[in-house]
Structure formats: structure tokens, C-alpha cells
């Protein structure tokens, strides 16, 4: 049937939703860098977010190659094969969730002990109080 068989296009979607994310991911550290930053290194913050970028494409070519390496080792079936019917992509995107995973509780570990520079609410009645939304007059 012409489903059996696994096809590039099906990873479409996958790579669509990545990027949808990386690009909010993006907007976001802009916006935290330019709010959060010290007023004299607001643009250091914006160029390490794409230094990080750039450096996340090494990692990512790094550890590709090394599951190369370890599931060819032994005559093993490479998960990465050229052929995709004959790979185990299954097992490279487990192994991608749970790197995410990981990644996740970090992240939450981090935003639960973040203390931001301004509060929060006070920006927000700075900003709405010139417009007389609050009705405070």
C-alpha cells in the first residue's frame, strides 16, 4: 500500500512546527534581552541570542554525527540511514523529546527562581496611566 512506505514529506509538518517555534522562541528573547538587560547592554544581549543560535547549529551537526557513530558501531542499522524505510528515525526523534525534556526542566527552573528587574505590575500602571485606563483621576 502507499502508505507503508515512509516518505520525507511526511516530516513536513514536523519541521513547519519547529520553525513556528523557533521564530517565536526568537521574538521572545528579543523582547526579554530588551526589557530585562542593563540600558548599556541591550545590544550584547540581542547578539549573544544569535551567537547562541549559531552555536546550537554545531551542537545539533555534533550530536547527529555521534548517533551515526554509535548506531552504526557493530553493524548496527544506522538510525540516520539515507534510506528512510531502512532507518530508525523513530528512535532519533525519542531520543530529540527527551533531550527537549530535559531542556524543559531547566527551563522551568530557571523562570521559577528569575527575578526580573522592574516589576512587572508597576510597567504595566506606568504604561496605563498616561492613557487614564486605571481611573485614577
Known amino acids: 500500500a502507499w502508505w507503508s512506505d515512509k516518505e520525507g514529506v ?3 509538518h514536523m519541521v513547519h512546527s519547529w520553525v513556528q ?13 530588551s526589557t530585562e538587560s542593563l ?5 550584547i ?13 554545531y551542537v545539533g ?16 542499522i544506522d538510525w540516520l540511514n539515507d534510506d528512510i524505510n531502512a532507518g530508525r528515525l523513530d528512535y532519533y526523534y525519542f531520543l530529540m523529546a527527551g533531550l ?4 524543559l526542566v531547566y527551563i522551568l527552573f530557571c523562570v521559577k ?3 526580573y528587574k522592574v516589576n512587572v505590575e508597576e510597567k504595566v500602571v506606568e504604561k496605563l496611566e498616561p492613557w487614564g485606563v486605571l481611573g485614577n483621576d
Do not use: P
Request: aromatic share 14%; net charge positive.
Open 45 to 57: 544581549g540581542n547578539s549573544l541570542q544569535y551567537l547562541v543560535v549559531a552555536f546550537s547549529i
Open 39 to 43: 540600558d548599556k547592554m541591550k545590544s
Open 61 to 76: 551537526t555534533l550530536l547527529v554525527n555521534v548517533v551515526h557513530q554509535l548506531t552504526r558501531k557493530h553493524g548496527g
Open 100 to 103: 527537549a525534556l530535559i531542556n
Open 113 to 115: 527562581h528569575y527575578r
Open 10 to 12: 511526511w516530516l513536513f
Open 21 to 33: 517555534c523557533e521564530m517565536f522562541t526568537l521574538v521572545g528573547h528579543i523582547q526579554f534581552y
